[in-house]
């Protein structure tokens, strides 16, 4: 492995001295203008607004849900959450579109003389074997617990792509793709991101208010409680689990998969 | 302030250095998720554990990996 080093100068670049004299005048203006910012913060651990101190006081009575933050993603600020899965959703799209293969690129797995990926060792395997189920079982758990717990299905769907990305580690990419097969990660993505949808139009149809917690919200505590704070969270658990699985898989895929095409360099 | 809360910001302020330290692009991605995982112990201690876990997942995780893909396929 090389390291990097400065580059050469190009004709025209500023030197390292020059560089940093420009640095030293904007780092001590910004270093300024933070420092006056700081004045008119409130002191450490001062915490007055009261819209927080009103959704503590509310959100356990009204939405029978003992985490207060779920209950905001989900229910108060709910459509800022659409919105935010949307973005992921888009920001996944876009990935697949940047990353797909190019004409004059080929399939296949690279030439042996080219890879220089070293098998994996008997240990790191036995630790991936452990850690799957965990992994797969705490993202379950983040996710279905979110409205009584911290957590979330933002939380556990990204701990659920982690648990694949285990499966890699361990093994190599045609057994992660066994694992978790390209449509059924795309479906995932896409029920998930219309699920949040359809359980927003629910409450249109139920209360004439687009995402109203609609469902009855049982008793505070209970797995089964929060109305709709539950179900919202699993469709974005399904949403970002997929969403993230499907960019590390085009990112794995680029590497192992795609090979520029021969005597050009990438 | 608390000793855990003082401790942790500590140890981000650390990780951050380190970060800009390691000049090789491959151990920055290395360095990047321990400091990562330090500021999942900062929200932690600061009573965020929402978004601690994101962070622990996201920083520790997802972003070294795809830091980690992009510099092999660039290299190769």
Redesign the interface.
């Known amino acids: ?1 090389h ?2 080093g400065a580059p050469p100068r190009r004709p025209g670049e500023l030197s390292f001295a020059a560089r940093r004299r420009l640095f030293l005048i904007g780092g001590a203006g910004l270093a300024g203008l933070m420092l006056w910012g700081l004045e008119g913060l409130p002191d ?2 001062d915490f007055s607004p009261l819209y927080g101190q009103l959704i503590n006081d509310v959100a356990v009575q009204e939405r029978s849900t003992t ?1 207060v ?2 209950a905001v993603n989900f229910d108060y600020r709910g459509f800022d959450t659409l919105i935010e899965e949307f973005v992921l959703f888009a920001a996944s799209l876009v990935l697949v579109l940047l990353l797909r293969r190019l004409r004059e690129e080929k399939v296949g797995p ?1 030439a042996e003389a ?1 890879r220089r990926v070293h098998t994996t060792s008997a240990a790191v395997r036995l630790t991936c074997v452990a850690l799957v189920g965990p992994a797969v079982l705490l993202a379950i758990y ?1 996710t279905t617990h979110g409205h009584l717990t ?3 299905g ?2 556990g769907g ?2 659920a ?2 648990a694949l ?1 285990i499966v890699y580690l361990g093994s190599d990419y045609p057994t992660m793709e066994r694992v978790g097969p390209m449509t059924l990660v795309a479906t995932a993505e896409a029920v998930g991101a219309v699920g949040f949808v359809l359980i927003g139009l629910g409450g249109l149809i139920a209360t004439a208010e687009f995402l109203e917690n609609f469902l009855p919200h049982g008793t505070a505590g209970e797995l089964i409680s929060g109305g709709t704070i539950p179900l919202l969270s699993l469709s974005v658990g399904l949403e970002v689990s997929g969403a ?1 699985v499907l ?2 898989s085009e ?2 895929e ?2 192992l998969e795609i090979q520029p095409k021969q005597g050009t360099e ?1 | 302030m608390t000793a855990v809360q003082a401790v942790a910001l500590v140890l981000v302020a650390s990780g951050a250095w380190a970060t800009v330290m390691a000049r090789d692009p491959v151990r920055q991605a290395v360095v990047v998720s321990l400091y990562g995982l330090t500021l999942g112990i900062l929200f932690f201690s600061f009573q965020a554990p929402d978004v601690a876990l994101s962070n622990i997942v996201i920083g520790a995780v997802a972003m070294p990996t795809m830091i980690l893909l992009a510099i092999a396929k660039t290299r190769k």
């Open positions: 492995m390291s990097l450490y651990g985490a933050v779920t690279p080219e983040i911290p957590g979330g933002f939380q990204v701990i792509a982690t990305l993230f960019l590390l990112f794995l680029q590497l990438p």
